[in-house]
T-cell receptor
Framework: KQEVTQIPAALSVPEGENLVLNCSFT??????LQWFRQDPGKGLTSLLLIQSSQREQTSGRLNASLDKSSGRSTLYIAASQPGDSATYLCAAFSNSGYALNFGKGTSLLVTP | KAGVTQTPRYLIKTRGQQVTLSCSPI?????VSWYQQTPGQGLQFLFEYFSETQRNKGNFPGRFSGRQFSNSRSEMNVSTLELGDSALYLC????????????FGSGTRLTVV
């Protein structure tokens, strides 16, 4: 059974800092890994999708990497802004099951 | 283009009642999945449908069921509601699943009293 862990559970940084969110998974047989953002009481917004054959994806100030052999993914946020404050979730899509396995998320607060 | 639409946004039900939630996927998407989100358990997979066929079901009791129609719209039903069913129910759609990533709706907030 795929287990996904996110560290840290919560993070508070001043505006302008670069930061890294970590995600680890136990089963390396994944199709892809997707990072989401969730604002309080809202649905999930997809940030980046990394296919199993890729090592990283970039979108604006966001960069996500994937290392299947070590079972790890990182989300790098450059020059953080207060509007980045949200919960960030990673989800692994495994070779069987047609299901996303989610971590518990990292709650990010960026202070002005 | 329109995103994933879930209705209703909020529901309050009494224990023992049943409830039906609806999800309209992005046009052209044939895979629809349902997830339950609670503060304690996080996001848990309920089931996934593709072209009206359930391809997988999560570890939930039989009170939770779903279906997908020929136009890819999906419904999930929860019978004999319990207090612990209070949660945010999220629907996600994908072109076909595996390699295309998922787009989520805004969710239905179900409160059981």
């Amino acid at each position: 059974k795929q287990e996904v862990t996110q560290i840290p559970a919560a993070l508070s940084v001043p505006e302008g800092e670069n930061l890294v969110l970590n995600c680890s998974f136990t089963d390396s047989a994944i199709y892809n890994l997707q990072w989401f953002r969730q604002d309080p009481g809202k649905g999930l917004t997809s940030l980046l999708l990394i296919q199993s054959s890729q090592r990283e994806q970039t979108s604006g100030r966001l960069n996500a990497s994937l290392d299947k052999s070590s079972g790890r993914s990182t989300l790098y946020i450059a020059a953080s802004q207060p509007g980045d404050s949200a919960t960030y979730l990673c989800a692994a899509f495994s070779n069987s099951g047609y299901a996303l396995n989610f971590g518990k998320g990292t709650s990010l607060l960026v202070t002005p | 283009k329109a995103g994933v639409t879930q209705t209703p946004r909020y529901l309050i039900k009494t224990r023992g009642q049943q409830v039906t939630l609806s999800c309209s996927p992005i046009s052209g998407h044939r895979s629809v999945s349902w997830y339950q989100q609670t503060p304690g358990q996080g996001l848990q997979f309920l089931f996934e449908y593709f072209s009206e066929t359930q391809r997988n079901k999560g570890n939930f009791p039989g009170r939770f069921s779903g279906r997908q129609f020929s136009n890819s719209r999906s419904e999930m039903n929860v019978s004999t509601l319990e207090l612990g069913d209070s949660a945010l129910y999220l629907c996600a759609s994908s072109l076909a699943g595996e390699n295309y990533g998922y787009t989520f709706g805004s969710g239905t907030r179900l409160t059981v009293v």
